[in-house]
T-cell receptor, first 114, second 110 residues
Framework: DVKVTQSSRYLVKRTGEKVFLECVQD?????MFWYRQDPGLGLRLIYF???????EKGDIPEGYSVSREKKERFSLILESASTSQTSMYLC?????????????FGPGTRLTVT | GEDVEQSLFLSVREGDSSVINCTYT??????LYWYKQEPGAGLQLLTY?????DMKQDQRLTVLLNKKDKHLSLRIADTQTGDSAIYFC??????????FGRGTSLIVHP
C-alpha cells in the first residue's frame, strides 16, 4: 500500500515564525503536491513537483515556498507565518501525471498560527 | 481554469440512497474522480470515470456522467452511518492535475 506521511498532525506557531511542513511518500512516485483545505473552500493547490528539484506554482503560492531535494520528500515552507495561513495542509503524491493516476493523500497537518 | 461546483451539505436517512451532484466547466475533462474524506483523515479515491463512459457501477456506488451538461453524480445505495464523510468531485482536464470541488458533507442519521 502507498503510504504518505506528514511530519505532524497538529502544529501551533506564532506569527512571523518560519514553519516547515514535511511530507514523505514510500512508493517512488514522481509527483508530489501540497494543498490547503479550508471549510467551504475545498482543496486549493499551493505547489506541486513532478521531479526532484522541480517545482511549479499552483493556484495560491503566495506566502509559501517548497523544496524537493529527494524524490520521496516534499517540504512546504512558510517563510513568515501569518494568521491567514491557519489551515489544514494536505500532501499528496501520484505516479506520472499523464497516465491519469490517482493521488494518494497524507492525513494532513492542522496548522494554527497565533 | 476549471470551476467545480458541489452543494456543501446532504442529509439522508440510513438505508436510503444518497446522490451527490457536481458540475464542472471544462469540457475537455478526461478523468473525473470522486474522493472521500473521513473525519480526521486525508482523502482517499472512491471511484472514477473516464469521459468516454456514461455510467460506472461499483458495488453500492454508481457514477453518472452527462458530458453535454458537464454534470457528474455519485449515488450511494443503502447509505450507512459509515458513509458519513466529505465527498469531493475532482475532474481532470488539460492541466493534468485534478481540480477539486468544495466538497459535500454527507450526514447519515438513523
Amino acid at each position: 500500500d502507498v503510504k504518505v506521511t506528514q511530519s505532524s498532525r497538529y502544529l501551533v506557531k506564532r506569527t512571523g515564525e518560519k514553519v516547515f511542513l514535511e511530507c514523505v511518500q514510500d512508493m517512488d512516485h514522481e509527483n508530489m503536491f501540497w494543498y490547503r483545505q479550508d471549510p467551504g473552500l475545498g482543496l486549493r493547490l499551493i505547489y506541486f513537483s513532478y521531479d526532484v528539484k522541480m517545482k511549479e506554482k499552483g493556484d495560491i503560492p503566495e506566502g509559501y515556498s517548497v523544496s524537493r531535494e529527494k524524490k520521496e520528500r516534499f517540504s512546504l515552507i512558510l517563510e513568515s507565518a501569518s494568521t491567514s495561513q491557519t489551515s489544514m495542509y494536505l500532501c499528496a503524491s501520484s505516479l506520472e501525471i499523464l497516465a491519469g493516476n490517482e493521488q494518494y493523500f497524507g492525513p494532513g497537518t492542522r496548522l494554527t498560527v497565533t | 481554469g476549471e470551476d467545480v461546483e458541489q452543494s456543501l451539505f446532504l442529509s439522508v436517512r440510513e438505508g436510503d440512497s444518497s446522490v451527490i451532484n457536481c458540475t464542472y466547466t471544462d469540457s475537455s475533462s478526461t478523468y473525473l474522480y470522486w474522493y472521500k474524506q473521513e473525519p480526521g483523515a486525508g482523502l482517499q479515491l472512491l471511484t472514477y470515470i473516464f469521459s468516454n463512459m456514461d455510467m460506472k457501477q461499483d458495488q453500492r456506488l454508481t457514477v453518472l456522467l452527462n458530458k453535454k451538461d458537464k454534470h457528474l453524480s455519485l449515488r450511494i445505495a443503502d447509505t450507512q452511518t459509515g458513509d458519513s464523510a466529505i465527498y469531493f468531485c475532482a475532474p481532470r482536464a488539460g492541466s493534468y492535475i485534478p481540480t477539486f470541488g468544495r466538497g459535500t458533507s454527507l450526514i447519515v442519521h438513523p
